[in-house]
Structure formats: C-alpha cells, structure tokens
C-alpha cells in the first residue's frame, strides 16, 4: 500500500538586493524577510505539516529562513540536507533529487527558489503556481518519491 506523500515548497524568504559587489549565492534576508518565516510556520503548524526531512539550498539566503523556520518550529527535529544543486536548478534537477528520497519518509520540506519552485508547483499542480518570497506551496499526492510527475497531484495551499 503507498502512503499518501507531502511536499512543503517553501521559497526563501525576502533577500537583499542583488549587488554587483557580492555574489547572488551570499545574499541574506532582509529585516521584513526575517519575519516573513515565522508567520508562515506558525499557519503550516496549525495546518498539522511536519516534516521529517527537510532538503535546503545551501545559499545564505535559504539557510538564514530554514534557522528562521526551525526556530518557530518548523523542521525542528527533522533530518535536514544541504544541498548546492537545489541552488538555480530545474523542475527536473529537483524531481531527481527528490525520487532519491528513502520510500519511509512521507513529509518532505523543501526550501528553495524561483523560477525554481514555482515551476515545480505549476508542473506537479498542472495549474499556474506563483511563490513570492515567503511563500509556500503545499502538495499531497499518492504515489512514491521514486514516481514523482507521472501522476496527477492535489495543490493544498
């Protein structure tokens, strides 16, 4: 029997403004950006989403909103992975690195960014998916890691 599968897309948080002097990977959040994430976990909590593994870009800008969103509890407690492939990738690179993804777990954070994630929703929602900084996409579906975008996928939120 396959259980059913969730998959946070939460898209980093309100960055700094890209600067010829410093590469986009170093950007940090700004003062409104460093409040957006715990406002979100706190709706995502209420909504019951507890990851047990959380997979996050290793840009500055991802890494400061996941410590932001652990620190109001979200992720706290999950497995989290670092990785510099989910930095500027495509629905593909993400949907490989998400069928390696060990069949027990069932809930899956993933912090990233645009166009990144959007398309990822769009494609997995087959309905157009916009995620601001700070927004999340919420997404259930019936159907193993390994399988995912060959079937159809229920958007929550």
């Known amino acids: 029997m396959i259980k059913n599968r969730e998959l946070l897309l939460f898209r ?22 460093r ?4 406002v979100a ?12 593994l959380v997979l996050c870009s290793s840009s500055a800008r991802t ?7 652990i620190e109001a509890g979200l992720g706290a407690g999950a497995e989290v992975v670092f990785s510099e492939s989910i930095y500027e990738c495509t629905t593909r ?7 390696a993804v060990e069949e027990t777990i069932e809930r899956i954070l993933l912090v990233g960014h645009n ?3 959007s398309d990822l929703a769009t494609a997995l929602s087959h309905r157009q998916v ?28």
């Open 41 to 52: 976990a706190k709706e995502i909590l209420t909504a019951g989403f507890a990851p047990q």
């Open 93 to 99: 690179q993400i949907l490989t690195e998400l069928s």
């Open 12 to 33: 980093h948080a309100q960055a700094e403004s890209y600067s010829a002097k410093a590469r986009d990977f170093d950007r940090t959040l700004t003062e409104h950006g």
């Open 130 to 157: 916009g995620l601001n900084p700070g927004d999340y996409a919420w997404l259930s579906f019936e159907h193993d890691w390994s399988a995912l975008g060959s079937g159809p996928v229920a958007l929550k939120s």
């Open 63 to 69: 890494r400061e909103t996941l410590s932001l969103l």
């Open 115 to 117: 166009p990144g994630l």
């Open 35 to 38: 409040a957006q994430p715990e």
